[in-house]
């Protein structure tokens, strides 16, 4: 099961270009055991036999060389007893932390600040492969944090399990591109304050009751909502957690996709179902889900929501600047009008968003914590979503040759005539 994992991951990270074909290395512990990557394989095609298994009495079993960051990993578990995976990488978004020696701002999203806040540091810098390299470490992992950026280096993160450490090394990407973004558009990064933070925590802590067990019912619009938030991974729209897409369907039951899972490993059967503001089954719904079920109490017209960070649309949402969508006529035509609103506490965020959406009005950011698409089918709600992170990729990307030109006010108008939505509802 060891072996099968860390392939598993390896090749995900590769795949994700989150590591390259020699960088990096995963390990798992078991009872008697640690199995490590080899060195100087190629990580995209790594087999269950090219895995390295070193006994806790020293003795080594496999085919190839153990990784020479395996002392780093072994300090980190005599360090961390309770802690079963270790995941080392060179992902290019951190590496520029890392190379300039600064920490990312974890507080940049409610959700990385939950995970992460308080748990990562910055380890001295030490030669590969040495026995100062794993001293350094382990001064950063000594058992109250999960996360060490190595000056010049990489990173170390240890959890639980090589999900957990997984998800963290996707949290930290995400958090890394978004100011890296924001910076392109010349803003200045905004961060949670700590009482923003446990406001969020306390939020996110209280969630519905369950009721009876899952019917299995609704099997096409099951089959369609785990496609689509598959799509959105794949797109690079959200993380392999982050993304909260909800369904109201008839009789007012609402499909979503759970907490904590992996939208790789989703199936049909995954989603949660929402029935009389219960929730069926084992599962719980996606942490955001309370947040969906207020603006669906608030709006009748509405039938999806989807709530994701993907990197670019986020840099607004993060920053002082604000995301312009008079640039683009798809865009102006999809999304209308893309206002940014303060993180509150979610009774104030349902006050603040009561009949918010209409015709000018199907996206809106929440600093520092997602975007927020809605609308009446999930494939026309998917594609808004689409629309908003393509376009701010585009501007932002353009954003060191040229500021973007907005449209004139006739080009503006006949698009919300084509739209329907002419004349422009004055504020």
Not at 270 to 281: E, M, S, T
Not at 330 to 339: H, M, S, T
């Given at each position: 099961?060891?072996?099968?994992?860390?392939?598993?991951?390896?090749?995900?990270?590769y795949?994700?270009?989150?590591?390259?074909?020699?960088?990096?290395?995963?390990?798992?512990k078991?009872?008697?055991?640690?199995?490590?990557t080899?060195?100087?394989?190629?990580k995209?095609?790594?087999?269950?036999?090219?895995?390295?298994e070193i006994?806790n009495t020293?003795e080594?079993?496999g085919?190839?060389?153990?990784?020479s960051e395996?002392?780093?990993h072994k300090a980190v578990y005599?360090m961390?007893?309770?802690?079963?995976?270790?995941l080392h990488s060179?992902t290019?978004?951190?590496l520029g932390?890392?190379?300039?020696?600064i920490l990312?701002k974890?507080?940049l999203l409610?959700n990385?600040?939950?995970?992460?806040?308080?748990k990562?540091?910055i380890?001295?810098y030490?030669?590969?492969?040495?026995k100062q390299?794993?001293?350094?470490?382990v001064k950063v992992?000594n058992?109250?944090n999960?996360?060490?950026?190595?000056?010049?280096h990489?990173l170390?993160?240890v959890?639980?399990?090589?999900?957990?450490c997984?998800d963290k090394?996707?949290?930290?990407?995400l958090?890394?591109?978004?100011e890296?973004?924001?910076?392109?558009?010349?803003?200045?990064?905004?961060?949670?304050?700590?009482e923003?933070?446990?406001?969020y925590?306390?939020d996110v802590?209280?969630?519905?009751?369950r009721?009876e067990?899952?019917?299995?019912?609704?099997?096409?619009?099951?089959?369609?909502?785990?496609?689509?938030?598959?799509?959105?991974?794949?797109?690079g729209?959200?993380t392999?957690k982050n993304?909260c897409?909800?369904?109201r369907?008839?009789?007012h039951?609402?499909?979503?996709?759970?907490?904590n899972?992996d939208?790789t490993?989703?199936k049909?059967?995954?989603?949660v179902?929402i029935?009389?503001?219960?929730?069926?089954g084992?599962?719980?719904?996606?942490r955001?889900?309370l947040f969906?079920l207020?603006i669906?109490k608030n709006?009748?017209?509405i039938?999806?929501v989807?709530?994701s960070c993907?990197p670019?649309?986020?840099a607004?949402a993060?920053s002082?600047?604000?995301?312009?969508?008079?640039?683009?006529?798809e865009?102006y035509g999809?999304?209308?009008?893309?206002?940014?609103k303060?993180?509150?506490?979610?009774?104030?965020?349902e006050?603040?968003?009561k009949?918010y959406?209409?015709?000018y009005h199907?996206?809106?950011l929440?600093?520092?914590?997602?975007?927020?698409?809605?609308?009446?089918?999930?494939?026309?709600?998917?594609?808004?979503m689409?629309?908003?992170?393509?376009t701010?990729?585009?501007?932002?990307e353009?954003?060191?040759?040229?500021?973007p030109v907005l449209?004139?006010q006739?080009a503006?108008?006949?698009?919300?005539k084509?739209?329907?939505i002419?004349?422009e509802?004055?504020?």
């Amino acid at each position: 099961m060891e072996k099968e994992i860390i392939c598993y991951y390896i090749k995900r990270l590769y795949d994700k270009k989150l590591t390259t074909m020699s960088g990096g290395n995963l390990s798992v512990k078991s009872e008697n055991s640690v199995y490590v990557t080899p060195s100087e394989i190629d990580k995209g095609n790594l087999k269950t036999d090219d895995i390295m298994e070193i006994l806790n009495t020293g003795e080594i079993y496999g085919k190839h060389k153990v990784t020479s960051e395996f002392p780093v990993h072994k300090a980190v578990y005599e360090m961390n007893h309770d802690m079963n995976a270790i995941l080392h990488s060179h992902t290019s978004s951190i590496l520029g932390f890392s190379t300039a020696h600064i920490l990312p701002k974890v507080k940049l999203l409610a959700n990385v600040a939950y995970d992460l806040n308080g748990k990562i540091e910055i380890a001295k810098y030490a030669d590969p492969g040495t026995k100062q390299l794993a001293d350094e470490t382990v001064k950063v992992l000594n058992g109250s944090n999960a996360v060490a950026i190595l000056e010049n280096h990489g990173l170390f993160i240890v959890d639980h399990t090589m999900e957990d450490c997984y998800d963290k090394l996707e949290n930290l990407d995400l958090v890394c591109r978004i100011e890296s973004n924001i910076k392109k558009i010349g803003g200045t990064p905004k961060e949670l304050t700590e009482e923003q933070i446990d406001q969020y925590k306390n939020d996110v802590e209280n969630n519905l009751t369950r009721s009876e067990e899952d019917n299995g019912g609704y099997q096409e619009e099951r089959k369609l909502l785990a496609e689509l938030l598959k799509r959105l991974y794949s797109r690079g729209i959200s993380t392999c957690k982050n993304a909260c897409f909800s369904w109201r369907l008839k009789n007012h039951d609402i499909l979503v996709n759970p907490d904590n899972m992996d939208v790789t490993t989703l199936k049909p059967e995954d989603l949660v179902l929402i029935h009389d503001n219960k929730y069926c089954g084992e599962k719980k719904p996606h942490r955001d889900f309370l947040f969906h079920l207020s603006i669906y109490k608030n709006h009748d017209h509405i039938n999806n929501v989807i709530s994701s960070c993907p990197p670019y649309a986020m840099a607004y949402a993060c920053s002082d600047q604000e995301y312009v969508t008079r640039v683009i006529a798809e865009c102006y035509g999809y999304l209308r009008n893309i206002e940014k609103k303060e993180l509150k506490s979610r009774s104030e965020m349902e006050e603040l968003l009561k009949g918010y959406f209409d015709d000018y009005h199907n996206t809106v950011l929440i600093q520092n914590y997602a975007c927020i698409v809605t609308g009446p089918h999930p494939l026309k709600t998917y594609d808004r979503m689409e629309v908003a992170e393509s376009t701010a990729e585009a501007i932002i990307e353009t954003f060191p040759v040229n500021k973007p030109v907005l449209m004139d006010q006739r080009a503006v108008e006949v698009i919300q005539k084509n739209c329907g939505i002419y004349p422009e509802k004055k504020e």
